[in-house]
Nanobody, 115 residues
């Protein structure tokens, strides 16, 4: 069973930066994409950013220009650099790894942005 472990969350002031990391417990083959989602209290989980096996990226409008997703294919790791953080970015952030037939989810890491 593959486990995804996120790290790098925490408390930061508005305008600050955080870098989230996600590592898989073992090698994952035939990855279509890797990504990050987030869920704020009382809200639905939403896409933040994804990156395909070929390196193509996709960002939510709220993340464009502030967040950067990257991946290490050899290590099965995905990262999310978050700059210019806002209080509305406060949420639990989840990493995902998508194969053709299934998607793996991490347990989430809390990001709290104070005003």
């Amino acid at each position: 069973q593959v486990q995804l472990v996120e790290s790098g969350g925490g408390l930061v002031q508005a305008g600050g930066s955080l870098r989230l990391s996600c590592a898989a417990s073992r090698s994952i083959f035939s990855i279509k994409s890797m990504g990050w989602y987030r869920q704020a209290p009382g809200k639905q989980r939403e896409l933040v950013a994804t990156i395909s096996s070929g390196g193509s990226t996709n960002y939510a409008d709220s993340a464009k220009g502030r967040f950067t997703i990257s991946r290490d294919n050899a290590e099965n790791k995905v990262y999310l650099q978050m700059n210019s953080l806002k209080p509305e970015d406060t949420a639990v952030y989840y990493c995902t790894v998508e194969q053709i037939l299934r998607t793996y989810w991490g347990q989430g890491t809390q990001v709290t942005v104070s005003s």
